[in-house]
């Protein structure tokens, strides 16, 4: 077995009292936030694709339930900021698959390819995953995601440009005067008071309360070569690159990489008897998480752990958060997500074009921030298929495959300081 060990959960509590703080408070509250809002694009995933109201919020409570406990679980026990949600690639093939080959079809294809991920974490073999997907080209893949987020952050100038100024400019201010107070925090807050003295109404929201349901998967080949086969290759070429190379550019060492591949495999063969399309680590989240902004690096794994928190409490009230958040002007969540990432980014644009690999960074950045859509797979994940075959083409050395690999094969080592 190759699952590296983590701290444990025995001391859990105490290190809890002693690590939490304001900025780690900070930015989970901000990712869980974030986190909170990518539902809506899951409800609009599954309106288009036709799918009935009552299965997407049994789907997107399930999400945040499922995602919430497994977000408290995983980081506690590794003491780093493993923040887990699900694919957004997963999630759109998931909706488009279901009416192709039905719900219970597409459920047992999602519990194939979790066991899938879930036997390559077992057997030690992303050590070897990790040597084809390389740091910098994952890095270009991330810095093209997020760059979106940064260009949505600054679009509000043109429609929304007092508040869009008086939040981006809290953040810098705070930022250059302030540097140990939580600048997004700072933001939201001018934000709301903004919305509150605008007289926006929050009299139309109504909270209503649901759970997720029971369901038994079926299996069908079609099913699984439709949709499972695809979400295996994401779980375990996708999310874990990205969640690992993530945690990489915050300055951690021995990243639980295996332990990470087999949670995500395990948590979404739970999920796929709940409705559910994944489990596995957030990329946007962890970055949010394991930022510099989150304080010291022992310690930002409270941040993880207040986004499973927040998550657990909010899955059963989302119908309400959804009214909420359609109450909300755009612009809002725009500027919090952006402000939030910009010193990711920043991280991800400087490790993508070192001396290594720069051809495959820079067209993994290009197809990423495209958007592009082919098969019902999101940019993200060709943007690595294409940065790694035009790395491979062009720029073969720069593999190294004759010299041992990276520090993702120390799996057997053990985890046994926080944040390691």
């Given at each position: 077995?190759?699952?590296?060990?983590?701290?444990?959960?025995?001391?859990?509590?105490?290190?809890?009292?002693?690590?939490i703080n304001s900025r780690n408070v900070a930015s989970g509250l901000v990712a869980g936030i974030f986190g909170l809002s990518v539902g809506l694009v899951f409800i609009s995933a599954g309106t288009v694709a036709g799918l009935g109201t009552g299965l997407i919020m049994m789907w997107i409570t399930s999400f945040y339930l499922i995602n919430g406990l497994f977000g408290i679980l995983v980081p506690a026990y590794y003491r780093q900021p493993l923040a887990m949600a699900n694919s957004i690639p997963g999630a759109l093939l998931f909706t488009a698959a279901i009416p192709m080959v039905g719900l219970g079809p597409v459920l047992g294809a999602t519990l194939i390819a979790g066991l899938i991920s879930l036997l390559v974490g077992f057997s030690g073999a992303m050590g070897k995953v990790m040597r084809f997907t390389p740091t910098p080209i994952v890095m270009g893949m991330i810095a093209g995601v997020l760059l979106n987020f940064g260009l949505n952050m600054v679009r509000p100038l043109e429609s929304a440009l007092l508040p869009t100024i008086l939040m981006i400019g809290t953040f810098l201010?705070?930022?250059?005067?302030?540097p140990k107070f939580p600048a997004v925090l700072g933001s939201l807050a001018v934000g709301i008071i903004y919305l509150l003295i605008s007289g926006i109404n929050f009299s139309g929201i109504e909270f209503v309360v649901d759970y997720p349901r029971f369901v038994m998967p079926e299996f069908t080949l079609e099913a699984f070569l439709a949709y499972g086969l695809p979400l295996a290759i994401i779980l375990v070429g996708m999310e874990t690159p990205v969640g690992v190379s993530?945690?990489?550019?915050?300055g951690y060492k021995r990243i639980p990489t295996n332990g990470i591949t087999a949670v995500n495999g395990f948590a979404t063969m739970i999920s796929s008897f709940f409705h559910l399309h994944s489990t596995c680590i957030a990329g946007p989240m962890t970055a949010i998480c394991s930022s510099p902004d989150s304080g010291k690096r022992e310690g930002r794994w409270v941040a993880a752990v207040i986004v499973g928190v927040i998550f657990t409490v909010s899955a059963p009230f989302y119908g309400g958060i959804v009214n909420l958040f359609e109450v909300l002007p755009g612009f809002f969540i725009a500027i919090i997500a952006g402000l939030a990432l910009v010193k990711v980014l920043i991280s991800a644009m400087s490790e993508s074009f070192g001396s290594t690999h720069r051809l495959g960074a820079i067209f993994a950045?290009?197809?990423?921030?495209?958007?592009?859509?082919?098969?019902?797979?999101g940019a993200a994940f060709w943007a690595l298929v294409v940065g790694i075959v035009v790395s491979l083409v062009v720029e073969t050395k720069d593999f190294k495959f004759g010299q041992q690999e990276e520090d993702y094969e120390e799996s057997e080592l053990e985890l046994k300081s926080k944040g390691a």
């Open positions: 077995m190759k699952i590296e060990k983590g701290v444990g959960y025995k001391n859990v509590i105490s290190d809890l009292r002693q690590d201010v705070l930022t250059k005067l302030a993530m945690l990489k550019s915050a950045f290009l197809v990423a921030s495209s958007g592009i859509q082919i098969f019902s797979i």
